[in-house]
């Protein structure tokens, strides 16, 4: 049965089930600093066993967000030495970050050899062949910021690749990929979803989790 929004506040939760979800969500994003003092706080036991793992991810994530992302690859490598290798689409999107690094510095012979080397390969998949093409038609600008796939020049691509990244090394390490917090949410979409059908569009409102959100 679904809970009345207004008995939410009538339903307890423990602090201890709050801080887990907390510590999960700064270990997934390699927040070391800050888990250090929040378990000092909170004096919940620090997960020293990931403390090591967060320092690697933070370094290989740094690389691919800063523009050094064959340092990137190359760090991934010798965390998880087959990671790469069995994921071509991520491999891929790796590769070309430096390409675009390469385009922006208008280095477009350089880009050129690197991309016929490197990234072209790729393009044997056929899943992976729209990407390329995208990737290369950049070349054909005199301004590629202002083409009209400019998004792959930002940050916010560079931030997906990284996270994306992040996930699969943790899930190599049998860590969870995602946060508690994203489970949870993930979840919460899901059983509303799930009573909508149940009930019928006509009594239940489609679920907006911006909305709830917003109280």
């Known amino acids: 049965m679904d809970v009345d929004p207004r008995h939410y506040e009538q339903i307890a939760i423990k602090d201890n089930d709050i801080h887990s979800i907390v510590v999960s969500y700064l270990v997934h994003n390699c927040y070391r600093e800050t888990l250090e003092a929040f378990v000092a706080c909170t004096g919940m036991p620090e997960p020293a066993d990931y403390i090591e793992d967060m320092e690697k991810r933070k370094e290989i994530l740094c690389c691919a967000l800063e523009g050094d992302a064959l340092k990137a690859i190359e760090l991934t490598e010798q965390v998880a030495c087959d990671l790469l290798e069995n994921n071509k689409d991520l491999h891929f999107d790796l590769l070309s970050l430096h390409f ?28 992976l062949l729209e990407k390329l093409e995208n990737f290369l038609s ?70 907006s989790l911006k909305d709830f959100l917003k109280g």
């Not at 675009?100 to 899943?127: D, H, R, S, W, Y």
């Not at 070349?139 to 691509?157: R, T, V």
């Not at 090394?169 to 969870?176: E, F, M, V, Y």
């Open 138 to 207: 950049l070349l054909a600008y005199e301004e590629p910021e202002k083409s009209p796939i400019f998004h792959l020049l930002g940050l916010e691509y560079r931030q997906c690749v990284a996270d994306n990244l992040n996930r699969a090394i943790l899930a190599h390490r049998n860590l969870p990929s995602y946060t508690a917090v994203e489970r949870l949410i993930q979840q919460a979409i899901v059983v509303r979803q799930s009573l909508n059908q149940d009930h019928g569009k006509d009594e239940i409102p489609t679920f």
């Open 100 to 127: 675009v690094e390469l385009v922006c510095a208008k280095k477009c012979t350089e880009a050129l050899e690197f991309a016929q080397n490197k990234l072209m390969p790729f393009g044997k998949e056929q899943k």
